[in-house]
């Protein structure tokens, strides 16, 4: 493993991490998530692939930029070429969950010659609040947390920061943002913890930024592998989402994990990794593994498995 810190653009430290060899695939979290979000996929790749991840500018081992304004899609984007650079990639295959998504396509915008292909999981081409929890209550309301923030800062940061410590809420994000009956609970646990951990102006920044994105005009100009991954009960970004980026951009492709939610790479990651090893093999990106031909005919036999092994699965975690 090749740990390390780079220095981007502008300046800013970033953190990074590789780990194993071959084809490199670049892995990309969500907004104020970290790798545990892709954890299991990047223990199950680094057999075969070179995994390669980063925290993002003001995420927990990275600095944050001199000022909070340069905390954007577009920053990070051009974080994930001088990442490459820094690495001497010229081409890789990029994976990106929630936000992540809009980091991915915002690099491919950027560097189209660099991104051999790219995995879509439970993202948006658009800003996320409008749709949030299927209301747009959260679009509504962000202008005045916003503000909030800026008048009391050390106040809301306190609050924020207090979630660590609640018992609550890790049970309430299990229920928003993942399958509880599929989902370790130390995963979400440290999940709300890492989160708590970071000063909230990392979020309201980012997300202010993020609300603006629209990719849409520009999906219909992607000619590379893209796997779009969408679960069906996801109340983050909703699958509508991942449908319209399927019907622009040309030749996708498009799993629905039934009963699946916002992090599925979480819930079910055996499920996901045998997906997106499919997709890589399809796409002549190395073979399969040996032993990984028998669990990839028994999961995706007659083109439907994501669902019907999700749905097994699903009623094998409310039995117990």
């Known amino acids: ?15 990074y991490s590789v780990e194993g060899s071959g084809p490199p695939l670049v892995f990309c979290y969500g907004l104020v998530c970290s790798k545990l979000h892709w954890s299991y996929q990047m223990d199950y790749f680094k057999k075969n692939y070179t995994v390669i991840w980063f925290d993002y500018r003001g995420h927990h081992r990275s600095d944050a930029p001199a000022k909070p304004e340069a905390l954007t899609i577009d920053n990070i984007a051009h974080d994930i070429e001088c990442l490459m650079n820094e690495l001497h990639l010229p081409k890789a295959t990029l994976l990106g969950h ?18 051999e292909a790219m995995v879509l999981a439970n993202g948006n081409a658009r800003g996320p609040l409008e749709t949030l929890l299927r209301t747009n209550f959260m679009h509504m309301a962000f202008p005045y947390i916003y503000q909030a923030y800026k008048r009391h800062p050390r106040l809301v940061n306190l609050m924020w920061k207090a979630q660590g410590r609640s018992k609550i809420v890790p049970w309430v994000v299990g229920q928003l943002g993942f399958n509880p009956n599929l989902a370790k609970s130390e995963d979400i646990e ?3 913890r890492m989160l708590s951990q970071m000063d909230m102006i990392i979020t309201l920044q980012l997300l202010k930024d993020y609300e603006t994105y ?26 509508e989402a991942q449908e319209i980026m399927h019907q622009l951009i040309p030749g996708s492709k498009y799993e ?9 790479q979480m819930d079910i990651p055996e499920l996901i990794n045998i997906m997106i090893e499919r997709f890589l093999a399809e796409n002549s990106l190395p073979k399969l593994r ?19 092994s999700l749905a097994q699965m699903s009623r094998q975690g409310d039995a117990s």
């Open 214 to 239: 629209d990719a849409t005009p520009w999906l219909h100009r992607i000619d590379i592998p893209t796997l779009i991954i969408s679960g069906e009960n996801d109340l983050i970004i909703p699958r």
């Open 98 to 115: 929630s936000m992540g998504v809009n980091l991915v396509l915002e690099f491919y915008k950027r560097c189209p010659n660099r991104v």
């Open 290 to 308: 040996p032993q990984s031909s028998e669990s990839l005919s028994l999961a995706l036999s007659a083109g439907s498995a994501s669902a019907t």
């Open 256 to 264: 629905l994990i039934r009963n699946g939610s916002h992090c599925p």
């Open 190 to 192: 440290t999940y709300v």
């Open 1 to 15: 493993m090749q740990n390390g810190f780079y220095k981007t653009f502008d300046g800013t430290r970033l953190f």
